[in-house]
């Protein structure tokens, strides 16, 4: 059985993994696009950056298909739906800056996005359906030695999306941003204020490509805020975090 089955979370190191000739090249290509995110308009205060876009991953083929952009003043986006468990945006519709077309063909982010959805698990009937996958580029950086950044939520929490997996870009003069999973009841708490017994873990990403993925609905999980460490470089954290979903059908009797 699977670590994530098992656990309802597990850790991976997918540059040793996924070890293919040409990975560091495709690797440097992620890293430069994260020099240029645009900023994330639904939270400029916090130094944050980003990008997403979606797609499909087609059970029979298991190609990757991604879904088109809106267009708007000439930037195109790609709108997100989180469910109710952001206690920021509860069900709340957002649009973000898409992933440029280069980046999506990006071998390694394409392994990255397989290889995350072999450790998923659904019931038979539900993988007949293409399953949805949102990928998010995260930068979080801070210039000022008494700024910090935060993710969203900043605290333990459940995203809403059965599965959900970060991989670490780069991680560069960074104080926190650590990562802590614990039990679904501690949702909506900072790990210090919840009873050790309830934390399963507490560990920090640090070299590229090192990940990690839950099960969203048998843990929570939490990224604690990014500062400075030292000297006058800027604090960057920065993270793909890809989310997998059913294709979700109305129900009829409802
Ligand atoms: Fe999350």
Avoid at 126 to 155: Q, R, T, W
Avoid at 212 to 227: I, K, L, N, T, W
Wanted: charge should be negative; glycine fraction near 6%; aromatic fraction near 12%.
């Amino acid at each position: 059985m699977s670590q994530l089955k098992d656990k309802g979370y597990a850790i991976y190191d997918y540059m040793e993994s996924l070890r293919y000739d040409g990975i560091e090249k495709d690797y440097e290509a992620l890293l430069s696009y994260f020099e240029n995110l645009p900023i994330d308009d639904y939270a400029p205060e916090l130094n944050r950056y980003r990008r997403y876009s979606r797609a499909l991953v087609l059970p029979t083929s298991g190609n990757i298909e991604w879904l088109p952009d809106v267009k708007r003043e000439g930037n195109e986006y790609a709108a997100y739906f989180q469910g109710k468990f952001n206690p920021e945006h509860p069900g709340s519709y957002r649009e973000f800056h898409s992933i440029d077309s280069d980046i999506r063909d990006n071998k390694l982010l394409k392994k990255i996005i397989m290889a995350n959805y072999h450790e998923t698990f659904w019931q038979k009937e539900d993988k007949i359906m293409p399953i949805h996958v949102g990928v998010h580029f995260v930068k979080l950086m801070v210039d000022n030695d008494e700024d910090k950044a935060v993710s969203s939520p900043d605290c333990l929490h459940q995203d809403g999306e059965p599965f959900t997996f970060a991989h670490l870009i780069e991680r560069r003069n960074v104080k926190g941003g650590m990562n802590a999973i614990g039990i679904p009841e501690v949702r909506g708490k900072q790990p210090e204020e919840v009873d050790k017994k309830d934390l399963h873990e507490f560990f920090e990403i640090s070299k590229p490509l090192e990940s990690y993925g839950v099960d969203d609905s048998a843990v929570s999980h939490y990224v604690g805020p990014v500062m400075k460490d030292s000297g006058d470089d800027s604090a960057v954290r920065s993270v793909i975090l890809i989310d997998y979903q059913l294709t979700v059908v109305a129900d009829m009797d409802e």
